[in-house]
């Protein structure tokens, strides 16, 4: 059975960069391709970046310029960090897989971190 | 930044068929294939449909879907009150090289 499990500050002040850590548990972890999804309070889903086993990795455009993911092969973690943020980052932030051949099919997701950003 | 467009609600009666439409363009659904997702309130999304019309295992076969062209609908049949949640659909967008959501629908049981 594959789990993630995340975990992060949650509560961070304007300008300050955000470091989420995701470890997966079982399943492989060079199959795939592992994301970061957030949804700030009562709004709707946005993709912020995924990453392979060998770093390759893909940005959301939005995003690209604060956002660095990165992956530890040897402890199966990969991490988040997003630079200068601010009021609008705050949301609840997850790591999340997708099915083997449709990278984009999100089955597994962490647990949830709500990081709220404060002036 | 959705690209993809949702109703924002959608509601029936129990044992109604209820359809959700998600309206793209020719860089994402019109490419690639469209999944589905519900959300119960403070809870991490769940897959319902990927690849347009699969079902994961487990998933009740009265959650169907369908893509035409540019756009992709989700049909709940018999809906239950268990089935009171948010829904979005998710594509990859070759313009944007990212994955996209919808703007999310909630689904009412009345």
């Known amino acids: 059975q594959v789990q993630l499990q995340q975990w992060g500050a949650g509560l961070l002040k304007s300008s300050e960069t955000l470091s989420l850590t995701c470890a997966v548990y079982g399943g492989s972890f060079s199959s795939y391709y592992w994301s970061w999804i957030r949804q700030p309070p009562g709004k709707g889903l946005e993709w912020i970046a995924e990453?392979?086993?060998?770093?390759?990795?893909n940005y959301n455009p939005s995003l690209k310029s604060r956002v660095t993911i990165s992956v530890d092969t040897s402890k199966n973690q990969f991490s988040l960090k997003l630079r200068s943020v601010t009021a609008a980052d705050t949301a609840v932030y997850y790591c999340?897989?997708?099915?083997?051949?449709?990278?984009?099919?999100?089955?597994?997701w962490g647990q949830g971190t709500l990081v709220t950003v404060s002036s | 930044q959705s690209v993809l467009t949702q109703p924002p609600s959608a509601s029936g009666t129990p044992g109604q068929r209820v359809t959700i439409s998600c309206s793209g363009s020719?860089?994402?659904?019109?490419?690639?294939?469209v999944n589905w997702y519900q959300q119960l309130p403070g809870t991490a999304p769940k897959l319902l449909i990927h690849?347009?019309?699969q079902r994961p295992s487990g998933v009740p076969d009265r959650f169907s879907g369908s893509k035409s062209g540019t756009s992709a609908s989700l049909a709940i049949s018999g809906l239950q009150s268990e089935g009171e949640a948010d829904y979005y659909c998710s594509a990859w967008d070759d313009r944007l090289k990212a994955y996209v959501f919808g703007t999310g629908t909630m689904v009412t049981v009345l």
């Open positions: 690849s347009n019309n």
């Open positions: 999340a897989r997708g099915l083997y051949g449709d990278y984009g099919a999100f089955y597994y």
């Open positions: 990453i392979n086993h060998s770093g390759r990795t």
């Open positions: 020719s860089s994402n659904i019109g490419s690639n294939t």
